[in-house]
């Protein structure tokens, strides 16, 4: 049996899907397979797949049922001790997996072991900015607030975790991850490897517009983990409502929304007034000025500049 079973769902995803598999393919841990789910694709994915001549990959076809139920299919079919998710446009570090099967091994407590997580743009180039988290060992506060997991491709997980906490809820849509991992934290400790070893492609383009969607999934995630800690938690939960706007404040900005961001931000402030001095908060506000003065095109424009200047002083090397 493979040590590891790496879980791809992919939907229509040839543009990014040969890297992200070439990817796991050049990973210095071998002992994997790599379950491709083809979650009803209408492109050429079943004639690329032909040709890889790599045993270790198998493509299992199925009726679209969207990405919790292709996840939910690996995990049924996935022989590996370890589960890893990569999302079809995103990349990994050639040691991601070797780092990770090393600290599971060496820490029989953590049930889940994550890596932190460099964005790129849409060609897989760095934008120079990393996403660090410190949320280790028991983590239910800090992930109760907001997702300390940003990218699904990042976590290794032991199989056993599922059986403890079930599948994805296909019903949550983009917020099943953050669902999943709350009721992983309810059960066994986190591990993490401080160091970039996912790549997580940026599309602002593509982002869901269906804010109001993405707001009532998340508070659906919110009452749901609440439901089912301990009541002495309860002080968190404003905190994570007001997060939560924030975080879909920013999604406005993204689809140059000026006014509906704005109402986000007020929602988060009613909801957590410590907001305002939180760096993502005061990030948020300035990107907002720029909005207000230069036009919504400007915010592209000015992101574009910070890129270049963290990729000429802090260059992260895929």
Known sequence: MPKVSVIIPSYNSMTYLPATVDSVLKQTFTDFEVLIINDGSTDNILEWASKIED??????????????????????????????????????????????VNYLNNHPDVGLVDTWVALTDENAKPTGTLIKTNAEGKVIKKILESPTIVCGSSPLVRNICFEKAGLFNKQLSGSADWDMWIRIANHFMFGLIKEPLTYYRQHYNSMSQNRQKMLDDNLAVIERAFANVSPELNYIKNRSYGRVNLYLAWRAIDQKNYGEAITFRRKALSYYP??????????????????????????????NITRNIRRKFFPIKA
């Open 55 to 100: 045993t270790r990959v198998k493509v299992i076809t199925k009726t679209n049922q969207g990405l919790a139920e292709a996840r939910n299919t690996g995990i049924a079919l996935a022989k590996g001790e370890y589960l890893a998710f990569l999302d079809a446009d995103d990349l990994w570090h050639k040691t991601k997996l070797e780092k990770q």
């Open 274 to 303: 410590r907001l305002r001095f939180s760096k993502n908060y005061i990030n948020q506000t300035i990107g907002l000025i720029i909005m207000e003065i230069f036009g919504s095109e400007a915010i592209e424009y000015f992101r």
